[in-house]
């Protein structure tokens, strides 16, 4: 008896497709792993710089307030103004103007372990227009990476405001 002849069958290449669409989605997996890595890493060291800044405008909040009860202090209060406080107006934190840059040695002497700034923090103290016992001390610090633009806008890095408000009593 004869057996019949087989023909070959014909090989689809299904598998190669499926291999192929595979490698695709891993691929696509892994490259949104590293980026969320990456973004990751990129919130946690804006976070730290954000809190260097933090640190910076409360050490310039600390050297105001000391200064305000210093015999022999240096720190001038500028007047009250009830309709533009001083610390309002953004030449008065320009060179040369109304704000009063804290000593490198300052900073120094409070954390030994504190990374200086490019830019040192500034503070200004104002009389409030409720009366002369009351003082509106304002103070900015900035982040290692901060930099300016000529105008003196913020081109880089974190700035942060900080106030408080002092009462002396006689």
């Known amino acids: 008896m004869r057996r019949p002849l087989q023909t070959p069958s014909r090989q689809q290449g299904i598998t ?11 691929g696509l ?9 990456a973004n990751a890493d990129l919130v946690a ?3 730290r710089l954000e809190q260097l800044a933090k640190q ?10 000391a200064q305000l009860i210093d015999p022999a202090k240096t720190l001038v209060v500028q007047a009250a103004n009830p309709t533009t406080p001083a610390w309002n107006t953004f030449s008065n934190w320009q060179s040369g103007g109304k704000a009063t840059t804290i000593p490198e040695a300052y900073l120094k002497s409070t954390d030994k372990a504190m990374a200086l700034p490019r830019q040192l923090p500034q503070c ?16 900015r610090g ?9 105008n003196g806008e913020t081109q880089s890095g974190s700035v942060i405001w900080l106030q408080s408000i002092v009462s002396l009593q006689s």
């Open 16 to 26: 190669l497709l499926v291999v192929m669409v595979m490698l695709v989605v891993i």
């Open 29 to 37: 997996v892994s490259v949104s792993a590293m980026r969320r890595a």
């Open 45 to 47: 060291n804006n976070s």
């Open 56 to 65: 910076a405008a409360e050490a310039g909040l600390r050297y105001c307030e």
């Open 124 to 139: 200004m103290a104002e009389y409030s227009p409720l009366g002369n016992n009351v003082i509106i001390v304002t103070a």
């Open 142 to 150: 900035f982040s290692p990476d901060y930099t300016a633009r000529n």
